[in-house]
């Protein structure tokens, strides 16, 4: 025998020595037993300071990298957008990046963080804006002044405004190439109304209308340090008296502004019905659906089970199983159930079909939502549901920058500060009963809208076999939105 021949025999024979014996082997998987899983939520407090000014900071030291992660979180946001100059919070957070600052022009700012190899963002969100810097132990202190830099003293150059704004107007320009853009924009005006910041979209005149100035007034109205306004986490390589001390110094001096009210709710009135957008594509884009319900709504965790069961749990649930697997009409199809904090969110159902057998996966859709509103869901379907919360609920706080992510977004809209350590008992809590019950509180087909973007003559016909058409729907009346000019998002003249 060759050495490299004993070589793998002594290999083999060890691996088969550590093998269990063949009696300890179940005859299938399904039998295989493994220890529960164990894991308790952090406690936010043990990561909670508060600096003198009142701003409340999350810290998570570590020395796996000598990295260190430092972000900024403001309660402002896209709400705050004047009416009549949509997308000025948003052009706000891109321009604090881009745009340099009073004392160091943009390309400068630019070459200075490449130099630290700091990644550095600026964002503005719906209901809230960010700023952060990821950079090395050694270069901290020269990454945070650049960061309180831009956050206290944008130059908002007129140069990059300008370029900012022609590629917006570009973008806009392209926004009806998409069905999913189509869709997108119609379907959050109908829910929400056009007035509300959730269905707001730019046009080329309020991009053209923001000016220096007003970027200005966004950037005093929403980064600034008042206690309720800024909320810290750093993450990293650092020592935690150091980082306090750290923190302390960069906000003196910044004046406190006024806290932005919470998002409106909006104001317009939800209409069931069959909507429709003209699209010249061989497949239809569908969306099913009507306003739900909050975070903190007493029937959240049943309805996000029932959501799960129904089409929101991938390719265990209803309706990809039978509109995707069963009849093959569609290669993704599903549901989701949206909870925001401060208004009513949505249950939608989706997919995208030939626009013959649009009408079919409606019809099966909305016989899957009757489903779960006559009878009980099965025990198999709601325990794997649970499942599907429970053991994947360890991934909230994978990392510890994800970790303060969740504690900051809790501490900003006042989350129940047991709601983690509770988060699996109300999991486990819900019954079939409970399921059934949101389902007939939640999900009334009637309540609902059937928004459709694609040729209607096809999609009204239906398919081949005959088993659907859209007269099965609203007594077959419908609802034709135009198809909005890409600039100015008004109604073509007829």
Request: aromatic share 8%; charged share 25%; with cysteine.
């Amino acid at each position: 025998m060759s050495f490299i021949s004993l070589i793998r025999t002594t290999a083999a024979l060890a691996l088969f020595a550590s093998l269990p014996a063949l009696a300890d082997v179940p005859p299938h998987p399904d039998q295989i037993a493994f220890e529960p899983l164990k894991f308790e939520p952090p406690n936010a407090e043990q990561f909670r300071h508060t600096l003198s000014n009142g701003v409340v900071a999350y810290l998570a030291p570590s020395s796996e990298f000598p990295l260190v992660n430092i972000a900024f979180t403001f309660k402002g946001g896209q709400y705050l957008d004047p009416k009549d100059k949509i997308a000025l919070a948003g052009a706000t957070g891109v321009m604090m990046r881009q745009g340099g600052t009073t004392s160091i022009p943009p390309a400068e700012l630019d070459e200075r963080l490449d130099f630290l190899a700091t990644t550095c963002n600026v964002g503005v969100g719906g209901t809230s804006s960010s700023a952060s810097i990821n950079c090395l132990k050694a270069n901290l202190d020269e990454s945070l002044a650049l960061l309180m830099d831009i956050l206290r003293n944008p130059g908002f150059d007129q140069k990059r405004l300008d370029v900012w704004k022609a590629d917006m107007l570009e973008k806009l320009k392209q926004r009806n190439d998409s069905a999913d853009s189509i869709l997108g924009r119609e379907w959050s005006a109908l829910l929400y109304g056009r007035d509300h910041f959730e269905a707001a979209e730019p046009t080329k005149q309020s991009v053209e209308s923001i000016t220096r100035e007003d970027l200005q007034a966004m950037h005093k109205r929403i980064f600034h340090p008042a206690p309720g306004n800024l909320f810290i986490a750093v993450t990293g390589d650092f020592n935690e008296k150091n980082m306090l001390a750290r923190l302390e110094s960069a906000l003196q001096g910044w004046p406190a502004g006024e806290v932005p009210g919470d998002p409106p709710a909006p104001t317009a009135t939800f209409k069931p019905g069959v909507y429709h957008v003209e699209k010249d594509i061989p497949q239809g884009k569908v969306q099913i659906g009507l306003r739900g319900i909050t975070r903190d709504d007493p029937d959240y965790f049943a309805a996000m089970i029932m959501d799960n069961i129904l089409g929101g749990g991938g390719f265990t649930s209803r309706i990809t199983n039978h509109v995707r697997s069963d009849e093959g009409l569609a290669y993704s199809a599903g549901s989701d159930m949206s909870a925001p904090v401060w208004y009513p969110g949505e249950f939608d159902a989706f997919f995208q079909s030939k626009n013959s057998t649009c009408a079919l996966a409606i019809k099966i859709i909305r016989e899957e939502i009757d489903s779960i509103r006559s009878k009980p869901v099965t025990q198999a379907e709601l325990d794997l549901a649970k499942k599907s919360f429970i053991e994947t609920f360890p991934r909230t706080f994978e990392s510890k920058p994800a970790m303060l992510s969740v504690f900051v977004g809790d501490e900003m809209t006042n989350r129940p500060k047991d709601f983690w350590q509770t988060y699996r008992d109300r999991v486990n809590a819900v019954t079939a009963d409970d399921v059934q019950r949101v389902a007939q509180k939640h999900l009334t087909p009637d309540n609902m809208a059937i928004f459709v973007v694609g040729k209607w003559d096809e999609i009204y016909a239906g398919d081949l076999q005959g088993r659907a058409t859209m007269r099965d729907f609203f007594n077959g009346e419908v609802t034709h939105l135009p198809l909005r000019d890409p600039l100015t998002l008004e109604a073509p003249q007829k």
